[in-house]
């Protein structure tokens, strides 16, 4: 029997995997997939986890609970040698160990891409996995508890204070949906007016949301100027130290809450730590049909596909064009590949992936989006519920599509979710306190 051994559970993992239990036969292969986490996060829906818009439960489908064929290993690949046909997987307890295979899948996705500048390891969160959403919104929230209980003045003002830095998909969504939350809590804070909140979103490049056209772009830029927002355009953060923001412009100011969403990078293991070949960013060099090689020669026995694949694109015009990293190509990405690579043990053809884009469409903000396909764009409260529609239709299995879609009708019969958890990320905290106030610091800690 084939070993078939999966690195990464993102989109393109879990689909591969997914499919392969539908359409191997019983006692043809048997699939082992491994990830660091439990889980398949649905990333569209981070921002609205942020916004307190769904649960967060409810982005993240279970690799255990829908792959019941498939041995899942809770662990990272930190090694793939393929020459030897094993891969070095690191678990959550424990020595590493080897796990041999006759076919590697690698769908190890991509890694959030930082800088060395000053004060962002220590401070900054990112906006990649469900925990860190859960966490952005839970500091927000206390942030207005804290500062509800301030006169006005500079410590406010910090605590109300959010950057965002990157204008990408995921910046620019998760900045419009915390700027919405926002302002709708100023409704249950009367002691607090909108003059005390400040966003910033920074980005290095000229214009935000590369993946539209410059004049939805500029569009986009506007519609949050109007709803009070900082956009700094040609700008980089020069520091972060202590909550004291430093831009390339010269102004300086103080955050309560840092988020980074400056982009990708490489998976050090694609890039560094294995006998695959990749290319000068670090990722896998595929074939269209997702076998890695080039087009005059293929690795035996090897598939890549998802965030950490350069995949050509057949559908681009553009001579040498790659799929970009987004989800709409990972999951057509995984289900192709699952396809190919049974289609390969029968001893039948692969097809080349090829896809159309469907468009691209963010949320801004509750009732408020952005959709655009070709010279087709929608604005408002349509694109929003189409950017609705879209996701739940696309997070995979039934189940995740009614928890979602009963929290948001939830939500328009009583309102988002608006309770804070911080405490959960010091749980012993109360039990070790034991009923003794805090001591007074003059102020609580940051």
Do not use: C
Not at 214 to 238: F, K, P
Not at 288 to 308: M, Q
């Amino acid at each position: 029997m084939r070993r078939i051994l999966i690195v990464g559970g993102g989109y393109a993992g879990f689909y591969t995997a997914w499919g392969l239990e539908k359409k191997l036969r019983r006692g043809e292969a048997e699939v082992t997939l491994v990830d660091p986490r439990p889980y398949m996060t649905y990333q569209p829906f981070l921002p609205e986890v942020a916004a307190g818009s769904v649960e967060a439960r409810h982005v993240a489908v279970s690799l255990r609970g829908h792959l019941r064929r498939t041995t899942v290993i809770t662990g990272s690949a930190t090694e793939i040698d393929h020459g030897r046909r094993t891969a070095t997987i690191r678990p959550l307890d424990g020595p590493d160990r080897q796990v041999e295979y006759d076919i590697v899948v690698v769908t190890a996705g991509a890694v959030t891409r930082t800088f060395p500048i000053p004060g962002v390891a220590e401070g900054a969160i990112g906006l990649k996995h469900v925990e860190e959403a859960v966490a952005i919104r839970d500091r927000l929230l206390t942030a207005f508890e804290r500062a509800s209980a301030l006169p006005p003045g500079p410590e406010r003002t910090r605590l109300l204070t959010v950057t965002v830095v990157g204008g990408g998909f995921t910046g620019v969504e998760g900045f419009g949906e915390l700027l919405s939350l926002a302002t709708a809590l100023l409704k249950r804070y009367p002691e607090l007016t909108f003059s005390d909140l400040t966003f910033h979103l920074v980005e290095a490049q000229g214009r935000i949301l590369p993946e539209v056209t410059d004049d939805v772009g500029r569009w986009v830029v506007r519609h949050l100027e109007e709803r009070g927002a900082h956009i700094h355009l040609d700008t980089q953060l020069v520091s972060a130290e202590d909550g004291h923001v430093v831009l390339s412009t010269g102004e300086e100011y103080d955050t309560e809450l840092l988020i980074w969403t400056a982009g990708n990078g490489a998976n050090p293991v694609v890039a560094k730590n294995t006998d695959l070949p990749v290319d000068e960013r670090g990722r896998l060099q595929v074939r269209a049909d997702l076998r890695v090689g080039t087009a005059d020669a293929v690795i035996p026995d090897a598939w890549g596909a998802g965030d950490n694949a350069a995949v050509p694109d057949l559908a681009s015009a553009v001579p040498g064009a790659q799929t970009v990293p987004n989800a709409q190509h990972a999951v057509r990405q995984g289900k192709l590949l699952a396809a190919n690579l049974v289609a390969d043990l029968r001893g039948r053809r692969v097809k080349p992936y090829t896809h159309h884009s469907l468009g691209v469409v963010a949320t801004l903000g509750l009732g408020r989006g952005v959709f655009q396909y070709r010279r087709l764009v929608v604005k408002g409260f349509t694109a929003w519920v189409m950017h609705r529609g879209y996701h739940v239709l696309a997070v995979p299995t039934w189940e995740r599509k009614v928890r979602v879609l009963l929290v948001w009708l939830t939500a328009v019969l009583f309102g988002r979710d608006t309770v804070s958890l911080q405490a959960v990320q010091q749980p012993r905290a109360a039990f070790t306190a034991a009923g003794a106030p805090r001591p007074a610091t003059g102020g609580a800690p940051r």
